[in-house]
């Protein structure tokens, strides 16, 4: 790992995972504290444009890659909502550009699918769906009934927050998750992961190492906290085959903007009759 890269990732994660602390159980009012950071951090991704900057290293001894630079902006039409600028530091070729295209177009239909599933839901008189057999949900979830205090310095915590597994076969009593929260604004201003041992994944992957870490920040008073910056590194085997990478993502430029499915809705003026 190249120094640049150190100075980047090491000191962020230390403030999510100090070494040898032990952590507590939470009380109620604790536990009510982080619940409420959780719910005043949720992300509004259509309401906000920004430049996404990303740089990124794959393999032990490889080189960094150039910037590769998006914008992203909700309120365009939904093949333009994400525009690359640079790609690992050369202009983007037309097939990039295309494959941001239809990176649009899959959210315009994720969201128009969505909306169909709420307005039948809505509808008492819309005939019933046939339904599906119910999918067996592969997932990790955040436990957030049960988080665990790490440190209290009066004016922020640090929790360690318990993993769920629902049928990924991930040992996520392997895996630290920590959040830091200001307890003035009940905000997240730091999260970060790292994986406390090694474990294998269906007998293909090995992950052996990895750290990953979120920065939140108020970029508008008016709004809660985005998510400003992220950097991370992993090493794992695929096929006994050595991989390693680093990464770091940072978003700048933000916009409070009204969203594209919010520009197609007409709101009518009442009726008014013109007399002669």
Same mark, same amino acid.
């Given at each position: ?19 040898? /602390? ?5 009380? #109620?009012? /604790? ?85 169909? /599933?709420? #307005? ?157």
């Amino acid at each position: 790992m190249r120094p640049w890269f150190l100075g980047l990732v090491l000191p962020v994660l230390a403030a999510g995972l100090r070494a040898g /602390e032990e952590p507590r159980a939470a009380t #109620a009012a /604790e536990i009510a504290l982080f619940k409420d950071a959780i719910k005043n951090t949720e992300q509004d991704p259509n309401h906000w444009a920004y430049t996404e900057t990303t740089v990124k290293r794959i393999g032990l001894h490889g080189k960094p890659k150039g910037e590769t630079i998006v914008r992203f902006d909700p309120s365009k039409p939904w093949p333009e909502q994400y525009t690359p600028l640079q790609i690992e530091g050369r202009p983007p070729t037309e097939m990039q550009r295309q494959k941001y295209r239809e990176r649009g177009e899959q959210r315009g239909r994720a969201f128009a699918r969505r909306q169909e /599933e709420a #307005a039948a839901a809505a509808d008492p008189t819309a005939p019933a769906r046939p339904t599906r057999p119910a999918k067996k949900e592969r997932s990790v979830t955040a436990d957030l009934e049960h988080p665990r205090v790490v440190s209290d310095d009066g004016e922020t915590m640090v929790f360690d927050v318990p993993l769920i597994e629902h049928g990924t076969g991930v040992p996520v009593e392997k895996i630290e998750v920590r959040a830091v929260v200001a307890k003035g604004p009940r905000q997240v201003r730091h999260a970060s992961l790292r994986v406390k041992d090694s474990f294998r994944l269906k007998m293909v992957a090995k992950v052996k190492a990895g750290e990953a870490s979120v920065d939140f920040a108020v970029v508008d008073p008016n709004f809660g906290p985005v998510m400003t910056a992220a950097v991370g590194s992993f090493g794992a085997s695929l096929m006994f085959v050595p991989v390693h990478g680093v990464f770091s993502t940072t978003r700048t430029d933000w916009r409070r903007v009204k969203s594209y499915d919010e520009r197609l809705q007409v709101k009518l003026a009442p009726l008014q009759l013109l007399g002669f």
